[in-house]
């Protein structure tokens, strides 16, 4: 009985202790594709936008009470998705990309907040066509004969689009196919000649094909989209020429793999022409060694095995390859052949190694001299590199890491070994002058490995200069300025050229010509140009010379240059007059000028400026001194004014004049001028009078004015006995000759021959002294004193057409006195002041005859 109590008290306690525990809250698992629960196998689209509901956490407590919802992420990721703790809503907070991440790991909790339930779960980042092809090995660039066959492989493309499905698929095809002659396979991406499409070197040499790969296509934010890229194949067509092949990249080595397929492609063997202007086709074959188990296509030279690995029946396999041209004809012409060696291989993971002469090497040298011919091969580099590797693994790329566009290396693309050539790309880019040195890295990485072996050499080229430029002036004229007086020797100007090449090629002689050189000489090597020893340089007879100065290297190169001196003006000529003594015949009111030259080359030596240094009286003339004309002084007006300030009467003065240069120093020269005076009535008298006035300071005016005036007299009068004889002839009528004769008034006797009237000097002319006395072959001696004018007589007699040579006798003499005004009568031939004028001449001419007697 005891017992049973303590049983039944032990019980209850148990009820109440369950009914007082507290159970784990739990997600709901709704299974694949529930958007709601515990994210089951839950999956999300990568183009998914970001901020949207994606999923809802749902669960449960067993007691009924409120849970709340939490989501993390290990703290190596980034944190993708956020919850709402209270609803479980499950936004996506950043964006997705199944190319880099293609599943999330989260851990999901669950709490009642007591107890906390956590579970790890994967989300599936499902793909979308986001992403656009990209071609890989970019740029394209392919060598193809111009009698390529139709239908040839010419290049193959390779792009990838990193999308699965359909919008990771790739095809291909041109962007312009129907005005190209190539082709395109849509699945492997070759590009191949259209079938009848040729290709022709001197019409197109090269041809840039646009290739556009697409993927499949796909959705993306719930549209379908496409997706493409583009890439520029460059196709440089060849020219063809018969000149024999030469093969490039020798010794050539393959390798057949274990898992190689029949039918694979194991190496290509690559033959050119070795005149690259205008190669031929080429043609490959093999001719012994293959046993069947190796074929070789005839254009590309692709070596492909036919046979599985392991039917053949030796490890190495060595092929002959020869290749042929083909004429523009289509027959065969020159041959080669080279030897290919073939190993089946398993072996890998060896990097690419450069070998020289004596083994293993990372750096190359080479001396050459600048600008070699475009597509020279550079033969003294002996590079090879081999890859160890088989298969796959031991293919490899080529390339040259430095200036680009000068060389370019062969092959591009090795399996396993080949010798590497390097060929002149740009010419004019190897100079000497710009670079000394030329310093690439020969690259080789492989292709296809994960690894990505790669090796790298050194390839260093000493470049030796060439006569390559021509000397250079730094001007393409010179200006020289040297005084006329500079001795012989002198120098003028210094010219420069520079050729940029070294050595004796660099070195530059100077030489001039032309037809202005005869007073210079050039120091052939220092280009100083300097004056002949014995030269006189004159400004006034030549002010500039030019010529061309010559610069030539040791190989006759040269270029020229102009050069232009100017003599600079030396005042070393004095002013001259044209005669020492001059006379002049000044009407009043009107100036007279003298006039001096200068035979100095420029202003201001040959500028000349006039003044009277001496006169007596001092007071009666004024000089302009720039002109040089002579005029009274504006208070003389009259002859009486003149006789007033002169009281002996003359009428002919005399002036010492000076002309002076304005040169420094300067030079000047004194002349003596005698000047006439006479009346303005002179201008209202007859013609005969005012001729005699105005040719008196220029007697040959008047000889040659009579001259002129008989030689017209005797041509009226041959032109009408001419016409009057003709005429008579062809009336046949003897007509009397009728013969007027006039009695001639005799002239007045004469003693001796008129000789020139001279001024004889007066006595204020004494008083001036020259410092060159010449005979004075224009003075007058007649005397102005009191002799009165003379009576009128008849007009002279014309001058005789004889022997005897007449001339114009300068007046000088007195004027009549102003008679008081009478009534207009018409003046008769011999007039009273001509008849005056010609009595004084008598008188004058009398007078000096009789003078002259004296002296002898």
């Not at 793909?127 to 660039?141: C, G, H, K, R, S």
């Not at 398993?346 to 050459?368: A, C, I, K, V, W």
């Not at 020279?376 to 680009?404: C, H, M, W, Y």
């Not at 000088?812 to 009273?832: F, T, Y």
Request: charged content about 20%.
């Amino acid at each position: 009985m005891g017992r049973g109590p303590r049983a039944i008290l032990a019980l209850g306690l148990l009820f109440l202790r369950l009914a007082q525990a507290n159970f784990a809250p739990h997600f709901f698992d709704n299974g694949v594709g529930s958007t709601n629960g515990n994210m089951a196998l839950f999956s999300l689209p990568e183009d998914t936008p970001v901020g949207s509901h994606v999923y809802t956490l749902n669960g449960t407590d067993p007691e009924g009470n409120p849970v709340s919802y939490h989501i993390s992420f290990d703290p190596s990721v980034r944190s993708v998705f956020s919850v709402d703790p209270n609803f479980g809503t499950i936004t996506l907070v950043e964006e997705l990309d199944r190319e880099r991440e293609d599943e999330i790991e989260a851990t999901i909790s669950i709490s009642d907040g007591l107890n906390l339930v956590a579970e790890k779960v994967t989300i599936l980042v499902t793909d979308a066509n986001d992403e656009a092809p990209t071609f890989i090995q970019e740029p394209y660039v392919v060598q193809v004969p111009e009698d390529i066959l139709a239908g040839s492989s010419i290049a193959k493309v390779h792009a990838v689009d990193r999308d699965t499905g359909s919008g990771g698929s790739v095809t291909y095809f041109l962007q312009n196919p129907h005005s190209t002659k190539f082709a395109m396979d849509r699945h492997s991406g070759v590009l191949r000649l259209q079938p009848g499409a040729t290709l022709d070197y001197e019409k197109a040499r090269t041809h840039f094909v646009t290739v556009v790969a697409k993927d499949g296509g796909g959705q993306l934010r719930g549209a379908d989209v496409v997706f493409s890229a583009t890439a520029t194949v460059t196709v440089n067509v060849e020219d063809v020429q018969d000149m024999a092949p030469v093969f490039l990249g020798t010794p050539y080595y393959g390798y057949v793999y274990e898992d190689t397929l029949p039918g694979s492609e194991v190496l290509t063997v690559v033959a050119m022409d070795g005149d690259q202007g205008k190669p031929n086709r080429i043609l490959y074959s093999l001719t012994n060694g293959s046993d069947g188990a190796f074929e070789i296509n005839e254009t590309s030279g692709a070596i492909y095995v036919m046979q599985s690995p392991a039917q053949l029946r030796r490890d190495v396999y060595e092929l002959h390859v020869q290749v042929t041209e083909v004429s523009s004809a289509g027959t065969p012409a020159a041959q080669a052949m080279v030897p290919v060696t073939i190993r089946i291989v398993d072996l890998n993971n060896h990097p690419p190694t450069f070998y020289g002469e004596s083994g293993p090497q990372n750096r190359f040298e080479l001396s050459m001299y600048e600008h070699p011919p475009q597509g020279e091969i550079l033969r003294g580099l002996k590079i090879t590199v081999n890859d160890s590797d088989q298969g796959a693994n031991a293919k490899f790329n080529l390339r040259l890491v430095g200036p680009g566009g000068i060389f370019r290396v062969v092959p591009q693309t090795v399996l396993n070994e080949a010798q590497v050539t390097i060929i002149v790309e740009n010419s004019a880019a190897i100079d000497f002058e710009k670079f000394k040195v030329l310093t690439f890295k020969l690259l080789a990485i492989e292709v296809n490995t994960p690894e990505k072996f790669s090796s790298t050499a050194d390839v260093v080229i000493q470049l030796l200069d060439t006569n390559d430029n021509v000397p250079k002036f730094t001007s393409h004229y010179y200006v020289a300025r040297i005084p006329e007086n500079a001795p012989g020797g002198s120098n003028v100007v210094a010219v420069t050229a520079v050729d940029p090449d070294t050595g004796p090629w660099g070195e530059v002689k100077y030489s001039i010509y032309g037809s202005g050189a005869d007073y210079f000489l050039i120091h052939s090597s220092s280009g100083m140009i300097y004056t002949q020893p014995w030269a006189s340089l004159d400004a006034e007879a030549t002010a500039r010379y030019n010529f061309y100065v010559k610069a030539e290297d040791m190989e006759g190169k040269y270029s020229l240059a102009e050069v232009f001196v100017t003599l600079l003006d030396v005042n070393d000529h004095y002013p001259q007059f044209g005669k020492r003594v001059q006379e002049k015949t000044m009407v009043l009111g009107t100036p007279v000028k003298i006039e001096a030259t200068d035979q100095d080359a420029e202003e201001p030596n040959n500028l000349v400026d006039y003044s009277i240094t001496h006169a007596e009286p001092a007071n009666v003339f004024d000089i302009d001194a720039h002109t040089g004309e002579i005029r009274l002084k504006n208070s003389i007006r009259s002859l009486d004014a003149l006789h007033n300030i002169t009281p002996n009467g003359d009428r002919i003065w005399s002036l010492e004049v000076q002309a002076k240069d304005r040169g420094s120093p300067s030079f000047s020269t004194t002349a003596l001028l005698r000047i006439d005076i006479v009346d303005t009535e002179m201008q209202s008298r007859s013609p005969m009078a005012a001729f005699l006035m105005q040719t008196k300071d220029n007697p040959m005016k008047a000889v040659g004015v009579l001259a002129g005036i008989m030689a017209i007299i005797v041509a009226i009068t041959v032109l009408i006995s001419t016409a009057s004889f003709w005429r008579n002839k062809k009336s046949n009528k003897v007509l009397p000759v009728r013969r007027v004769l006039r009695k001639r008034p005799s002239p007045a006797p004469r003693t001796v021959r008129i000789k020139w009237l001279k001024f004889g000097r007066t006595k204020a002319a004494d008083k001036f002294v020259l410092r060159e006395d010449r005979p004075n072959e224009n003075c007058n001696n007649n005397s102005l004193g009191s002799t009165p004018p003379p009576t009128a007589p008849a007009p002279p007699p014309p001058p005789s057409m004889g022997p005897a040579h007449w001339t114009v006798p300068t007046v000088s003499g007195s004027l009549a006195p102003r008679q008081p005004p009478r009534s207009p009568k018409p003046k008769a031939v011999g007039s009273p002041v001509q008849s005056a004028l010609v009595s004084e001449l008598r008188q004058k001419f009398e007078k000096k005859n009789v003078h002259n007697k004296a002296n002898f």
